[in-house]
């Protein structure tokens, strides 16, 4: 059943191509404006806080939207026919995997449109998955939340940034680490697990609380 809902997602998601489209096309366009303004030189601070900006609200756009096209008779189809904690362990983890491919895309436009500073890489795409997982789990009760109240996108963003700015402050210092290239024997360990149990946190509070919004 988990494979299915997933699977669904996808099917659902690449059906409508225009959407990834204009989020590919944000995306790149994004990245090259700031390449004009910044012409292609950036200190490594600048450049690890312009990216995690640009990948943050690319998040907000993609998972934002994950309960709020559940509305009417398809919430109530799959209220009736869907185990509630499997529902928003797939809506987590498809945000989860497409987030992360195009945080790797949009890493991708920007080593080529701005610069690669990072000198760290297993250890920034480390962060890059965790970072992935956590707005995904943020995200996804966010827009669940915002989808049973006024169903806005903007009420999700309202309600999003606040829990998010603690993840995305542990996450710039940790990728900031991988950017200037500290070994592994160097990384702040305290960080890392900071980062790893406020996944923990939110993949639990998600997992625990949606069965009760899921019956409102």
Do not use: H
């Amino acid at each position: 059943m988990l494979l299915a809902l997933i699977k669904k997602e996808f099917v659902l998601e690449f059906r409508q191509k225009s959407t990834l489209g204009a989020v590919l096309v944000y995306v790149a366009g994004t990245i090259f404006v700031s390449a004009l303004c910044f012409k292609a030189r950036l200190d490594k601070p600048t450049w690890n806080a312009l990216f995690w900006v640009i990948s943050l609200f690319t998040s907000v756009t993609i998972s934002g939207k994950s309960f709020l096209k559940e509305t009417g008779g398809q919430a109530l189809y799959s209220y009736l026919y869907y185990n509630a904690r499997q529902f928003i362990l797939a809506k987590m983890l498809y945000n989860m995997i497409f987030m992360l491919g195009l945080s790797i895309i949009t890493f991708l436009f920007y080593g080529f449109f701005i610069s690669n500073e990072v000198q760290n890489l297993p250890f920034f795409l480390l962060v890059l998955t965790l970072a992935s997982t956590g707005l995904a789990a943020v995200l996804s009760l966010m827009s669940a939340i915002a989808a049973k109240s006024s169903g806005s996108f903007a009420m999700m963003s309202i309600l999003s940034f606040p829990v998010l700015m603690p993840l995305i402050l542990v996450v710039i210092r940790l990728s900031k680490q991988a950017v200037d290239g500290i070994e592994w024997a160097g990384v702040s360990l305290d960080l890392l697990l900071v980062l790893a149990a406020l996944n923990v946190l939110t993949l639990t509070l998600s997992f625990l609380l949606f069965p009760y919004l899921w019956r409102d």
